[in-house]
DNA sequence: TCTTTTACATACCAAACGTACGGTATATAC
DNA sequence: GTATATACCGTACGTTTGGTATGTAAAAGA
């Protein structure tokens, strides 16, 4: 009895997954401005009839995609991977640089299909009204949990403050240079920009944790 | 003789700025993705034969907007205007903070409509191959042009090297926040994280400017 | 067993897209 | 005066867009 109930649904979440899937991959390869329901359409074995059962519209699978990848992200940070959090590299296991870290998390998190995917909805959601009304709320909670990673229990409301700010200046800078690849194709000058910044941030890192020790 | 030559093509002249005007409009309020050619044309009182004359595609027509904003910002800088150009002030002038010159180039050179609609067409270079190929060799240009302005003559190789990865930190973290207003709407909020970036930064650019004073 | 719900498929729609093209007006060159 | 180039106009074309309407097969619930 639930077997059969569960394959169905089972089947439905499948063909969530597969077109949620080709979007990424549509707005890695094409673009937010060239990804139609078309193009996702060709990209899997999936029907118009069946994407508009699952997604009423156009808008509505952005936000599904959106979904997914916020919770991916959030789930990769909850799993411990040590390797790729930087913050969490300094302030709790000590082993390896900083810079280091850094390049892991901008290789396996922010430069794939799907951190670009996620750049290129951020964008279009700034002059897309309707999508800014849906996702900014997701937005500002899922910022907000991330945060918590990296706050100690125990800080004063200043140095929240202050490791929130130095938090966003580390986002701000990683996802600015998605833009700076179009400057510099090369993967080691990339790099090279990268663990400059960690050296200029690596101080500031320190002076978090050590207020948190105290 | 003259006039009547100099009068015909100062109005071929105003047509396309009128067009490169709309389109930036129209990229800074509706983003690349609904950018059309009847978009544009609805801004401005130029007909739709009048467009293809000047620019016989709509390529054709971001290459022009593309010419006209990088050429901006170069003429910003080589016509002094210390006030919006942070490395400049802090290295020539002196007086005044970095924070404040940060602020200031953000808020007059970023976060403007054609520094936003610079940024829409930058992202979709990334997966506009076509556009890449003719915008790319533009952009490296640009950007040699403008480390000029932050190189003092008589610096060794290594220094050239740190300032140059210092200018493309200070790049890529200042066009990240315009992803980052997404997170937070609020202006304060994000002067707030654009002056604590400058502070940490600024130990960084003394040390480049101390090295060419040797 | 009969009804409802779920998952998917096919066919179609009006609107908008970028582009092509024939035509007019005027200014310059010879 | 004639040829040529520039600036501009307006319509029409074929394609693609996001979205809808209708139908079918099967599982779930009564």
């Not at 951020?122 to 002059?127: D, S, V």
């Not at 700076?180 to 910044?197: G, L, N």
Request: glycine letters at 4%.
């Amino acid at each position: 009895m639930v077997s059969k109930l569960d394959k169905k649904k089972q089947r439905g979440e499948n063909t969530r997954k597969a077109l949620i899937k080709s979007t990424i991959d549509c707005l890695d390869r094409l673009g937010y401005a060239e990804t139609s329901i078309n193009r996702v359409l060709e990209g899997v074995d999936v029907s118009r009839g069946a994407l508009m059962h699952h997604f009423p519209s156009k808008e509505d699978l952005v936000i599904g995609t959106v979904d997914f990848l916020l919770s991916r992200i959030l789930r990769h940070y909850q799993q411990e991977s040590p390797n790729s959090f930087p913050f969490a590299q300094v302030t709790h296991s000590g082993n390896g640089t900083l810079a280091d870290a850094l390049v892991t998390y901008w290789k396996n998190i922010i430069d794939t299909p799907e951190g670009r995917a996620f750049s290129e909805i951020i964008m279009a959601t700034r002059t897309d009204k309707a999508l800014s009304l849906r996702i900014s709320p997701k937005l500002e909670d899922w910022n907000e949990q991330l945060n918590q990673f990296f706050l100690p229990p125990g800080l004063d409301e200043e140095a929240v403050e202050d490791v929130t700010l130095t938090l966003l200046i580390w986002r701000s800078f990683i996802r600015g240079m998605i833009f700076q690849q179009e400057f510099h194709s090369d993967p080691d000058y990339i790099e090279k920009i990268i663990r400059k910044f960690a050296m200029i941030m690596e101080p500031h890192l320190k002076l978090a944790q050590t207020q948190s020790d105290t």
